[in-house]
């Protein structure tokens, strides 16, 4: 019998299923010692998959050869992690929805230290760089890890600020580590690599699909002792990051703006809804129990 990290890999790699899927296996069968061994239409059932999905995951659940794909990850220096490894960060794992899998290229260290996420519109202007700059320096000197999605925008200012500032950051993707998403970041996905961390919990040939976004966003806030909002449109993806970090009991942080402003309109709404309005990253680490 497989071993159950060895189950859960496997598992990750099946066509069709996604996080909601996993969840429902290991609530109904933690060791998953039954999955094999289901009659088709009950296992269907369970999963609540369309028949076009579930026939490739039932297919590859009984076929899929894993030991050549782990062999091409070893040579690219992937690593996996699940929940029952000791390096699998711990924050992450107390959140409602833990990834079944992460992929990890960098340093592995940096998922046990603090963190704090940092993100904002991919249609970032003004101002933004000079926040994010202005915030960062004295979390860096309190050794916060600034953790970002790598997306355009706010997520890339937030990666390419902490490196420049001699900090330490982690991107969580939306895709697979061979399909970096968006392409103009191939070259800061690979700095990150090298020096920092790359997460994902899609297996590295997945490409990007508009649904991950949404998914990758619970890892950037299960991550963190809180987000910080720094531009937002009223409906944004960060603002899906916010509301994930406030069900896991997460601090939400926000930089106000100008009222008239479409980005500041998602972060002045944080602000009303009760997020910490920042204006100095005294106002972040008075939240998170350190002095500035």
Same mark, same amino acid.
């Given at each position: ?10 598992? #990750? ?8 899927? !996993? ?5 109904? #069968? ?8 289901? *009659? ?13 999905? +579930?026939?490739? +995951? ?12 782990? $062999? ?18 711990? %924050?992450? !794992?107390?959140?409602?929805?833990? *990834? ?6 960098? #340093? ?6 603090? &963190?704090? @996420?940092?993100?904002? &519109?991919?249609? @970032? ?11 960062? =320096? ?5 050794? +916060?890890?600034?953790? &970002? ?12 600020? @902490?490196? !420049? ?12 580590? +061979? ?7 191939? %070259?800061? @996905? ?6 920092? %961390? ?9 490409? =990007?699909?508009?649904?991950?976004? *949404? ?29 994930f970090a406030l069900q896991e009991g997460r601090e939400v942080f926000s930089i106000p703006g100008n009222v008239l402003d479409p980005l500041s309109a998602g972060t002045n ?6 997020? !910490?309005?920042?204006? $100095?990253?005294? #106002?972040?680490?008075?939240? %998170?129990?350190?002095?500035?």
């Open positions: 019998m497989e071993p159950l990290k060895a189950k859960y890999i496997r598992l #990750d790699h099946c066509r069709g299923i996604r996080p909601v899927h !996993k969840m429902k296996l290991l609530k109904y #069968d933690p060791p998953l010692e039954k999955l094999l061994h289901m *009659p088709p239409l009950s296992l269907k059932k369970l999963l609540n998959m369309q028949a076009a999905p +579930f026939e490739a +995951f039932y297919y590859d659940l009984h076929h899929l050869d894993i030991k050549p794909v782990l $062999s091409l990850y070893a040579k690219h220096h992937i690593r996996l992690l699940t929940p029952l490894d000791p390096e699998y960060p711990s %924050l992450l !794992k107390e959140t409602y929805q833990p *990834p079944l899998v992460l992929y990890a290229i960098g #340093d592995l260290s940096l998922l046990q230290a603090r &963190s704090l @996420a940092v993100v904002g &519109s991919r249609k @970032a202007a003004g101002d933004a760089q000079q926040v994010v700059e202005q915030i960062l =320096p004295l979390l860096i000197k309190k050794n +916060f890890v600034i953790a &970002s999605g790598l997306a355009r925008g706010v997520d890339t200012i937030a990666h390419t600020a @902490a490196m !420049k500032l001699g900090g330490r950051t982690i991107a969580v993707l939306g895709s697979g580590f +061979f399909h970096i998403y968006p392409g103009e970041n191939k %070259l800061i @996905a690979e700095q990150i690599k090298q020096n920092h %961390l790359l997460l994902s919990e899609y297996p590295p040939a997945t490409r =990007p699909q508009k649904w991950h976004f *949404p998914e990758r966003n619970r890892i950037i806030s299960g991550l963190s002792e809180g987000v910080l909002v720094v531009q937002a449109e009223r409906r944004s993806g960060s603002l899906i990051t916010a509301d709404h944080l602000i009303q809804q009760g997020a !910490k309005l920042v204006a $100095s990253s005294e #106002d972040i680490l008075e939240e %998170l129990r350190m002095d500035g």
